[in-house]
């Protein structure tokens, strides 16, 4: 596992959406991590900050010689192939 999957694992990320928050469950994809939100609220993302609509996908990854993580975010079709 990379150190940079790890730390982010370790910071114990969470999905908040109506006053409730759950730990957000990242599934490993092509170097990246990634999170959808299956329900139809929007949750906001902590601590990166980040609100995903109920639908889309959060993908998480880190560029060699980069001083931040890269985040981006899909809607639910985006993602299709």
């Not at 959808?36 to 906001?44: I, K, L, Q, R, V």
């Not at 993908?59 to 079709?77: D, G, H, L, M, N």
């Amino acid at each position: 596992m990379p150190v940079w999957v790890a730390a982010l694992i370790a910071s114990q990320c969470q999905a908040t959406a109506a006053g409730r928050d759950h730990e957000i469950r990242w599934k490993c994809e092509g170097g990246r991590l990634l999170y959808t939100n299956s329900g139809p609220a929007t949750e906001m993302i902590e601590p990166l900050g980040v609100k995903l609509k109920g639908g889309h996908t959060i993908a998480v990854s880190w560029v060699p010689k980069e001083t931040a993580y890269t985040i981006e975010v899909f809607r639910q079709f985006d993602c299709c192939a």
